[in-house]
């Protein structure tokens, strides 16, 4: 089994960084895409940004671009999100997800392992 653990969430100022972790653990695996979706308070998951993990293609949501990158580490097997000039709106559950195959990877749907999710709250 695939255990993704994420760390880095908390509160944070509007117009603060947070940067997200993500790392992989349990049988060998080697990921073909890792990603982050949100999910904020009474609202459904949402696609956040992706990464390919042998090319490092990264892919963003709209409300994403110019603010978060994503990256990863294939040593160790982690993926990170850099988030910055962070707003409210930002304020959800960030959850790492990761797949062993080509995903369509705006698709939660298509991800076959999920984090357990990190809380990322940011004041007005």
């Known amino acids: 089994q695939v255990q993704l653990v994420e760390s880095g969430g908390g509160l944070v100022e509007a117009g603060g960084s947070l940067r997200l972790s993500c790392a992989t653990s349990?049988?060998?695996?080697?990921?073909?895409?890792m990603g982050w979706f949100r999910q904020p308070p009474g609202k459904e998951r949402e696609f956040v940004a992706a990464?390919?993990?042998?090319?490092?293609?990264?892919y963003y949501a709209d409300s994403a671009k110019g603010r978060f990158t994503i990256s990863r580490d294939n040593a160790k097997n982690t993926v990170y999100l850099q988030m910055t000039s962070l707003k409210p709106e930002d304020t959800a559950v960030y959850y790492c997800?990761?797949?062993?195959?080509?995903?369509?990877?705006?698709?939660?749907?298509?991800?076959?392992?999920w984090g357990q999710g990190t809380q990322v709250t940011v004041s007005s």
């Open positions: 997800a990761a797949s062993a195959r080509p995903v369509v990877v705006r698709s939660g749907a298509t991800y076959d392992f």
């Open positions: 349990g049988r060998t695996f080697s990921p073909a895409v």
């Open positions: 990464i390919s993990w042998a090319g490092g293609i990264g």
